[in-house]
């Protein structure tokens, strides 16, 4: 997992909610075999209406998706997450999220950003009016702004998880941070006990 400090990108205004994971990647995505090409079957039932928004060329190339609340819920597939990031999306702000996808985000790299849903109403309408809008998510300082309008929004993060995004701790990487205690614990171990 890469570190994560500050994230610089466009956003998508994704104005539904309740979106739940079988909308974020259908089951049938769930077979694969490989952990890459996700990212064809984000949203991949809605993005047959050529309304949808990820159909816009405005907001091709986006990096941060900002939707509505309740984002994420449903079964705790982690290929949502996998999805979302290889379509390339850093960040997801919305007003809230389920506690199971915001976890697989945590483990995964990607950001999830909780702001009241008046902020978030606040960003779908400049993003609408102004595609090219840079927005910033700064996890060292735990906020949200776009200097174009001034709009300042400071965000939660549990100081584990804003440690695990600093320094691009997977599960794995933060196990090896205490691989020397391990190692140590190892040498004492009783002989008896088997290794």
Known sequence: M???????GRGVPLKRSDVDTDQ???AEWLKRVERTGFEAGLFSTWRDDRSFVLNDARF???????????FGVGSSREHAVWAIQ???????IA???????RNNCTKNGLVPVVLPIAS??????????????????????????????????????????????LNGL?????TLAHAEAI???ETRRPAWLSR
């Open 86 to 92: 290889q379509y390339g999306f850093d960040a997801v």
């Open 170 to 174: 997977d599960d794995i990487g933060l």
């Open 24 to 26: 974020i990647i259908p």
């Open 120 to 165: 978030v109403e606040t960003l779908w309408s400049v993003i609408e009016e102004h595609p090219d809008t840079e927005i910033v998510v700064d996890v060292e300082r735990l906020v949200v702004e776009v200097a174009s309008t001034g709009f300042t929004e400071s965000f939660p993060m549990d100081a584990p998880t804003q440690h695990r995004f």
């Open 183 to 185: 190692s140590s614990f």
């Open 60 to 70: 091709a190339g986006a990096s941060i998706l900002v939707a509505g609340p309740s």
């Open 2 to 8: 890469k570190a994560v400090r500050v994230l610089t």
């Open 95 to 101: 007003p809230s999220f389920s506690d199971i996808f």
